[in-house]
């Protein structure tokens, strides 16, 4: 090997595998060595001069090797050491700080007890952890609140509710009335009233709540209309006054004559008699057609008790017995397939049975004028309710809780807040008088207050458009009739309506009558507003779903309205539906239009639908 070389092929010859690491350090010589400065000038960072001489390959090799070094093997130390002239290699084994245990000492710990028992034990404590937390997730699912879906809305909710009269038909029959069952499903109609079909006396009044009048048919006809109904799905409502019979009913002759258990079926009372020897009524009650309430009975020896004609005595609801015996005419209604009932006149159940006299009204009128008292009574008692529960019950337990129980009556905010103080006693409660009452001047102020305050008070009423008396168009033109029933169709509640107010408009009845089934119309949140002082507008919206617009114009001129700042509204509007004597500035009704100028006809009404804005 020549001075200051390495000879690192001969490395492994001398007992250095070519796998070692090679650390090459310098061992400082001393200050005062002679050869001092011949070193330092022959050699560069540990390199002899010659070494430019030896072969490069020599380096490369040196690099190669490196790559293969384990990282477990032993490190060599090379230093290099002068003396005298001549460069002595030292050669150390340098050992690792750490090192594996190989696979006898592994094995050895591997079988320990002790060590076997602590596997075990994280493995089971592992998997028993992963448990609890898995029913843990399963427990917080389960437990956790949840978003219940909103509850299904009844069938009366969804269609709007139609009186038929026979008197509206060509043959004022039951069958004739069965053949406009498909008219009405082409209106998307599946609720119907059949109104004054229950058999009446010649001299007014009921005589047999069982039986229909003979003119109508046979019950044989009725179960068919029903069947007839069930079919297209559609559901047959019967209309009962329960307040008083005909005086040519079996039940009031039984209590003239006083044969149980019909003797106290009417409410009966002694007269009274003046000094001079007159007999008088019991008190001051008085009828609603004017004069007192009560007509003496010469057979039985007492007056009873009428609020409406003399030939309609009133039943005795303070008697538990007849409030069962009703109840049984409900029950009878119900096994033919009816699905429920509108009651009329219920306000006047019961009567104070110690029978005081009633306060005079501050009202001016006549003294025999029905106004001219204030009947705390015999009109709204709370004791009603008390009858109309045992009632529903009976509707609910023989429908499986799937029959409608209504009025046909408004009723005040006071009485029913005490009709449902246990639970919900009438299923759509109405307080529509500024409705049946309603001429083609109704304006958008009294429209907004009135629908909103009942709105306020139970969140699903009925819209009775016409009462029992009043039809609506009898009190204005029919173009405006079909206006404020279009307008009614998408409010929150059941519209209560006659036959012509379905045809009158058809498409457009239908379009609307149809839109009442969609989600938005079911569970949407309502928003009312007058606009330009005279349109009343309300917004039907649910996140999701499209939003529904109505306009009615109630003024006698056409108006352009900016809907722009209605909440949620769209740039862009769809006409949807309007009514027939809606129209625009030109022949052809646009059907999109510009929120912010959306023409209203006079006393008309268009119904849009959009896309909400978040």
């Known amino acids: 090997m020549e001075s200051g070389r390495l000879d690192l092929d001969n490395v492994e010859a001398n007992g250095i595998a070519k796998e070692t690491t090679v650390v090459v350090t310098y061992k400082t010589l001393p200050d005062d060595d002679t050869n001092k400065q011949s070193i330092t000038e022959n050699n560069v960072m540990g390199k002899p001069n010659n070494e430019n001489e030896v072969d490069d390959g020599v380096h490369e090799k040196m690099l190669k090797d490196e790559n293969k070094i384990s990282p477990t093997k032993d490190a060599t130390e090379v230093k290099f050491i002068s003396e005298n002239g001549d460069a002595k290699i030292d050669i150390e084994t340098v050992k690792q700080a750490l090192s594996g245990m190989g696979k006898e000492e592994l094995m050895k710990f591997a079988n320990d007890p002790f060590w076997v028992k602590l596997r075990w034990f994280l493995f089971i404590t592992f998997w028993l952890l992963w448990l609890a937390m898995l029913a843990g997730a399963i427990a917080i699912v389960v437990m956790a609140p949840k978003c219940s879906?909103?509850?299904?809305?009844?069938?009366?909710?969804?269609?709007?509710?139609?009186?038929?009269?026979?008197?509206?038909?060509?043959?004022?029959?039951?069958?004739?009335?069965?053949?406009?069952?498909?008219?009405?499903?082409?209106?998307?109609?599946?609720?119907?009233?059949?109104?004054?079909?229950?058999?009446?006396?010649?001299?007014?009044?009921?005589?047999?709540?069982k039986d229909i009048k003979s003119?109508?048919?046979?019950?044989?006809?009725?179960?068919?209309?029903?069947?007839?109904?069930?079919?297209?799905?559609?559901?047959?409502?019967?209309?009962?006054?329960?307040?008083?019979?005909?005086?040519?009913?079996?039940?009031?002759k039984h209590s003239v004559e006083k044969k149980d258990p019909f003797t106290y079926y009417y409410v009966w009372a002694d007269g009274k008699t003046t000094s001079d020897g007159r007999r008088s009524p019991p008190n001051n009650w008085l009828s609603l057609y004017g004069g007192s309430a009560w007509e003496w009975n010469q057979q039985r020896g007492q007056y009873y008790l009428h609020q409406f004609n003399k030939s309609q005595p009133d039943l005795n609801y303070n008697?538990?017995?007849?409030?069962?015996?009703?109840?049984?005419?409900?029950?009878?209604?119900?096994?033919?397939?009816?699905?429920?009932?509108?009651?009329?006149?219920?306000?006047?159940?019961?009567?104070?049975?110690?029978?005081?006299?009633?306060?005079?009204?501050?009202?001016?009128?006549?003294?025999?004028?029905?106004?001219?008292?204030?009947?705390?009574?015999?009109?709204d008692r709370p004791e009603n309710a008390a009858v109309l529960s045992k009632w529903?019950?009976?509707?609910?337990?023989?429908?499986?809780n799937k029959g409608l129980f209504a009025l046909q009556d408004d009723i005040g905010t006071d009485i029913l807040q005490v009709y449902n103080e246990k639970m919900k006693l009438i299923d759509i409660p109405q307080n529509s008088q500024f409705l049946t009452t309603a001429n083609s001047s109704i304006n958008a102020t009294t429209l907004h207050k009135a629908i909103s305050q009942w709105l306020n008070f139970t969140s699903w009423p009925a819209w009775d458009l016409n009462g029992k008396q009043?039809?609506?168009?009898?009190?204005?033109?029919?173009?405006i009739a079909d206006s404020l029933t279009l307008m009614t169709l998408l409010l929150p509640g059941t519209p209560i309506l006659q036959l012509?107010?379905?045809?009158?408009?058809?498409?457009?009845?239908?379009?609307?009558?149809?839109?009442?089934?969609s989600l938005t119309f079911l569970y949407g949140e309502t928003t009312l507003m007058t606009v330009n002082g005279s349109v009343f507008v309300y917004t039907r919206l649910k996140s999701g779903n499209p939003g529904y617009l109505v306009a009615y114009q109630t003024a006698e001129e056409p108006t352009t309205v900016d809907l722009s700042a209605v909440p949620q509204i769209s740039e862009e509007v769809s006409v949807i539906a309007h009514s027939p004597n809606y129209v625009q500035d030109s022949d052809i009704i646009r059907t999109k239009l510009f929120s912010n100028m959306v023409p209203v006809s006079a006393k008309s009404t268009v119904v849009l639908t959009f896309v909400p804005k978040n």
């Open 470 to 479: 009043n039809n609506m168009r009898q009190r204005m033109p029919a173009d």
């Open 500 to 517: 012509n107010d379905t045809l009158s408009a058809r498409d457009a009845f239908a379009t609307l009558s149809k839109a009442r089934h």
């Open 149 to 209: 879906a909103p509850k299904p809305k009844e069938w009366w909710e969804k269609s709007p509710i139609v009186q038929l009269d026979s008197t509206e038909t060509n043959s004022h029959n039951l069958k004739e009335i069965q053949s406009l069952l498909d008219t009405l499903k082409e209106q998307s109609i599946d609720a119907i009233s059949l109104a004054s079909i229950i058999k009446e006396s010649t001299t007014g009044g009921i005589e047999d709540f």
């Open 392 to 400: 529903q019950e009976t509707v609910y337990n023989e429908t499986d």
């Open 319 to 379: 008697n538990p017995a007849v409030i069962t015996e009703f109840a049984g005419v409900l029950s009878h209604w119900l096994k033919l397939g009816i699905d429920g009932f509108r009651l009329a006149n219920t306000q006047y159940l019961t009567e104070d049975p110690e029978y005081r006299d009633e306060f005079r009204s501050t009202i001016p009128t006549e003294a025999d004028n029905y106004d001219s008292l204030v009947h705390a009574y015999t009109r």
């Open 215 to 252: 003119h109508l048919g046979t019950i044989s006809d009725l179960e068919d209309l029903v069947k007839a109904a069930k079919y297209r799905d559609q559901h047959i409502i019967l209309e009962l006054d329960p307040g008083h019979t005909s005086t040519e009913h079996l039940w009031f």
